[in-house]
């Protein structure tokens, strides 16, 4: 029987150690989605001037389209049995990749703050404490399983997605018990731009799980399908998704300004008292627990990507993975608790930021991957920065920067507004900027580049590629 702490980092996962089907990307995906800090997002939409109707169609939109583009990051992870990032080798060269890396491990910090903020709240509640202490200790439970892995990951996604559900389910009855559904249904006044804004809100949720996605794929064994690890990932997600958002925005226009003063205590006391009021406070800490866990392992492993590009390591040691995890959750627990005052409107900000970085990444890495090398990759070739792919790929770096410089003039936060802004009504549509810039630019400059070998199938003879690369 397999270890239950997980061996493996960066290193290619073996034949004889791939398990699981399909199904269970559905359930880790709803559990992860089926929380408080979706909740959040969701009631944004509402708090910047959105109805009830076309912010939820707004958000559903966003998912949707978010959710497929994670999706096919998904689908790669049985073919290569690679974490997500070490992809990026293939694109951006050994070392190059380091560069969207360090933005993906801000990214990792930033969630894990935002998540231990509200899952600190909880914490704090249910230890009678306060709220410094329930970050820390919600941080400290995150660290341990996300140093177990893998296995401990997705049973706990298993658990998360029955309890959040009908958690949920409960919540949802009582809510639509207080509030004026057909008031709130027939007070529709579309504008288009709080209508991008829902769905900017949602696609830029959905596409920041992307980085990370395959690594929860990756020990599916090389024969699962990838329509089904593509149908099951977004299904779960965009469900979990549109579910706790749709409740977000539900609250947020009934409870106003009681729930923006405590998002936690808002929904606990919408559940109930006492006892009832405990149990929800350990659904939202749950919830948070399993996207925290998320980000808390793909950060190591970004971090371990970047490291070893210039080491030349191609595995970790046990005591390694603590030491990054625990480099992780430090970061993350500092950010927390310097910015726990000021969460939601800092979120929001942070939320549409990151989308700038990630849209042209995704672009890049799904045409190479689906269009230019045709679900191949040399995998020895990805730890050679003196091989097929080299140390750095300058022309793909060049698409990344110029689809990162595309979207400026649409982009549109608290910090920076670009000047295209204001011409589309104070729209933010450089997400979509963003995919439909780098992605014919890099198509040309992959075909326009020199002629490589033909790239060995990993699926025709995966034991020796495995075995050269891990």
């Known amino acids: 029987m397999a270890p239950l702490v997980e061996l493996r980092s960066i290193d290619v996962v073996p034949d004889e150690e791939r398990h699981g089907t399909a199904f269970s990307q559905f359930t880790l995906w709803l559990g992860a989605n089926l929380q408080i800090t979706a909740v959040v997002t969701g009631a944004l939409a509402v708090v910047f001037g959105g109805d009830v109707v076309w912010s939820v169609t707004?958000?559903?939109?966003?998912?949707?389209?978010?959710?497929?583009?994670?999706?096919?990051?998904?689908?790669?992870?049985?073919?290569?049995?690679?974490?997500?990032?070490?992809?990026?080798?293939?694109?951006?060269?050994?070392?190059?990749?380091?560069?969207?890396?360090?933005?993906?491990?801000?990214?990792?910090?930033?969630?894990?703050?935002?998540?231990?903020?509200l899952a600190?709240?909880?914490?704090?509640?249910?230890?009678h404490t306060d709220d410094t202490t329930g970050i820390i200790v919600f941080a400290a439970v995150t660290a341990v399983t996300a140093t177990v892995g893998y296995r401990v990951i997705h049973a706990l996604g298993r658990v998360t997605s029955t309890v959040c559900a009908l958690a949920f389910v409960y919540l949802a009855v009582r809510l639509l018990d207080r509030a004026d559904v057909s008031a709130l249904v027939h007070d529709a006044h579309f504008s288009l731009p709080v209508f991008l804004l829902a769905v900017s809100l949602s696609a830029s949720w959905q596409l920041a799980f992307g980085p990370y996605v395959a690594d929860y794929s990756r020990y599916l064994p090389r024969t699962t399908s990838p329509k089904a690890t593509f149908g099951w990932t977004l299904a779960g997600s965009a469900l979990g998704g549109q579910w706790?958002?749709?409740?977000?925005?539900?609250?947020?226009?009934?409870?106003?300004?009681e729930f923006l003063d405590s998002q936690v205590g808002y929904v606990v006391a919408l559940g109930g008292t006492g006892l009832a009021a405990s149990f929800f406070y350990f659904v939202i800490a749950l919830g948070k627990l399993t996207v925290n866990v998320l980000n808390t392992y793909g950060g190591f492993m970004s971090m371990v990507t970047s490291v070893s590009g210039f080491r030349g390591q191609?595995?970790?040691s046990r005591a390694g993975r603590a030491g990054y995890i625990a480099l992780v959750m430090v970061a993350g627990t500092a950010v927390a608790l310097l910015g726990k005052d000021s969460?939601?409107?800092?979120?929001?900000?942070?939320?549409?930021?990151?989308?700038?970085?990630?849209?042209?990444?995704?672009?890049?890495?799904?045409?190479?991957?689906y269009l230019v090398s045709k679900e191949r990759y040399d995998l020895p070739a990805l730890a050679?920065?003196?091989?097929?792919?080299?140390?750095?790929?300058?022309?793909?770096l060049a698409v990344y920067a110029a689809g990162l410089l595309a979207q400026l003039p649409f982009l549109a936060t608290g910090?920076?507004?670009?000047?295209?802004?204001?011409?589309?009504?104070?729209?933010?549509?450089?997400w979509l900027v963003?995919?439909?810039?780098?992605?014919?630019?890099?198509?040309?400059?992959?075909?326009?580049?020199?002629?490589?070998?033909?790239?060995?199938?990993?699926?025709?003879?995966?034991?020796?590629?495995?075995?050269?690369?891990?």
Do not use: C
């Open 58 to 117: 707004g958000l559903l939109l966003g998912n949707l389209l978010g959710g497929a583009v994670m999706a096919l990051h998904s689908a790669q992870g049985p073919r290569l049995g690679l974490p997500q990032m070490i992809q990026s080798r293939a694109q951006f060269g050994v070392r190059g990749a380091v560069v969207p890396l360090l933005l993906v491990v801000v990214m990792y910090i930033g969630f894990f703050a935002s998540g231990s903020v």
């Open 120 to 127: 600190g709240q909880a914490v704090g509640e249910l230890t």
């Open 244 to 257: 706790s958002m749709t409740f977000g925005v539900l609250v947020a226009a009934t409870a106003g300004g």
């Open 314 to 316: 191609r595995q970790l």
């Open 343 to 369: 969460f939601l409107s800092s979120f929001k900000d942070f939320l549409l930021f990151l989308l700038t970085f990630f849209t042209p990444w995704s672009a890049i890495n799904l045409v190479d991957y």
């Open 384 to 396: 050679d920065p003196h091989g097929r792919y080299g140390a750095w790929r300058w022309d793909a």
């Open 415 to 430: 910090f920076y507004t670009g000047p295209l802004v204001a011409p589309l009504g104070g729209a933010d549509i450089s």
């Open 434 to 470: 963003g995919l439909a810039v780098p992605a014919p630019l890099y198509l040309l400059v992959a075909r326009r580049g020199p002629v490589a070998a033909p790239v060995p199938d990993p699926g025709a003879s995966p034991s020796a590629a495995e075995r050269t690369a891990s």
